[in-house]
């Protein structure tokens, strides 16, 4: 580490990437009691001024390497698009700091293994942005599984619902004025991506194109995945299927806005999660399908830079196995993710709510279901380690 934080220490860390999720991030951060942040690293001009207004005492860089080059930074968040987080975690890392990586944790499975083993090889300690690993309604889920509640679970369904105005797809934004070479380093943005000219288009929406997102999967559907995979205890699925495509509103994003996934896992469970960008009325859920009962977490539509809904979560009892079942509601408190993370940091705890298995199992499992919709195919867990490159 950086250097030895006592108990009393008040943490300094700094921030990679302030767009709209990493303002909400660092938002969150400044929340946390006896911490400050000390630096911020975007290459986008207008984002840096937009970091200043909320901590205008902070160095603000251009170039994540000058804020890791920095000995009086204990942890830093990173929450750059999609396909560079595998990389500045590592940097973050290999600088010997603590980490809060946003979802999803890496852009393919090589760089999944290779994120779970530097971080496994370090004493640092990782969290990933699954916030919703910190609620109380997991809290329950967990719990009630634990006691046996709701049986033998065969099958998980989840869903995750929006709509959009006609005419405006989910996730397009608007170029600003500045948005130009002069204000982006457009060279950093790229990283190890092909190089081409200046693109706003690539550089504002990201998320709607392969060559830097995951798409909806890696967006939304990680955040259940995960939510299931901790609840259940579960590893890596055996197989999964994927199909869907750009129904919604078609304006040239490459990644679907309609999803159907299944996910195969081994002791005789599928998970299935589907989504549509077209009618947001059920908002997102889980059911746990069991044999003596339904564990059912039911939530409306979650905001996309918060990540916050309404939430709740309930069991009902089977009434052939289970006649003398009560029903139960869920009532347990959670935490707030990132002070989650901030505590870990002061007692050295690396088993957050979040760490970098939950990132690791939710990653894979999304990018099997991405491979299978590319390839037009079911792909089995050997398929995509040995085909990752195809994605």
């Not at 099958?155 to 989910?170: I, K």
């Not at 009618?279 to 918060?306: C, K, P, Q, W």
């Amino acid at each position: 580490p950086a250097r030895a934080l006592g108990a009393s220490d008040r943490i300094r860390y700094g921030i990679i990437g302030v767009g709209d999720r990493g303002q909400q991030d660092l938002k969150d951060a400044i929340a946390c009691s006896n911490a400050e942040c000390v630096a911020v690293a975007d290459i986008y001009s207008r984002r840096r001024d937009q970091a200043k207004v909320l901590v205008p005492g902070a160095t603000m860089y251009d170039d994540p390497r000058h804020l890791l080059d920095r000995k009086d930074i204990d942890a830093v968040i990173v929450a750059t698009p999609l396909f560079l987080h595998a990389k500045h975690m590592q940097m973050v890392l290999a600088a010997g700091k603590d980490v809060y990586c946003e979802k999803t944790m890496t852009w393919d499975i090589a760089e999944a293994n290779a994120c779970l083993k530097v971080a496994n090889e370090s004493s640092q300690v990782v969290q990933i942005g699954l916030q919703h690993q910190s609620e109380g309604n997991h809290v329950d889920a967990v719990n009630w599984i634990k006691q046996g509640l709701p049986g033998k679970i065969t099958m998980v369904e989840a869903w995750m619902s929006r709509n959009s105005p006609h005419g405006v797809p989910q996730w397009r934004r608007p170029i600003p004025p500045d948005c130009d070479p002069s204000h982006i380093n457009y060279s950093l943005f790229l990283d190890n991506r092909p190089k081409e000219a200046f693109n706003a288009e690539h550089f504002i929406n990201w998320r709607l194109y392969w060559e830097f997102s995951g798409g909806n999967i890696t967006e939304n559907m990680v955040h259940q995945s995960a939510w299931i995979i901790s609840a259940l205890d579960l590893k890596l699925p055996v197989a999964a299927t994927m199909m869907g495509g750009v129904f919604s509103e078609k304006a040239g994003r490459q990644v679907p806005d309609t999803i159907a996934v299944t996910l195969e896992y081994p002791n005789d469970l599928v998970v299935l999660w589907q989504s549509s960008f077209s009618n947001g009325h059920y908002g997102l859920g889980e059911r746990f399908l069991g044999s003596n009962g339904t564990i059912e977490h039911v939530a409306g539509s979650t905001d996309m830079v918060t990540g916050k809904s309404r939430s709740g979560i309930n069991y009902y009892p089977e009434s052939i196995n289970n006649p003398s079942g009560k029903a139960l509601v869920g009532n347990s408190k959670g935490v707030q993710h990132m002070q989650n993370w901030m505590d870990c940091i002061r007692s050295r705890n690396k088993k957050t709510n979040a760490p970098v298995e939950i990132g690791y199992l939710s990653a894979v499992a999304g990018h099997m279901a991405n491979l299978s919709y590319r390839l037009k195919k079911r792909i089995t867990l050997e398929e995509a380690i040995a085909d990752h490159q195809a994605y």
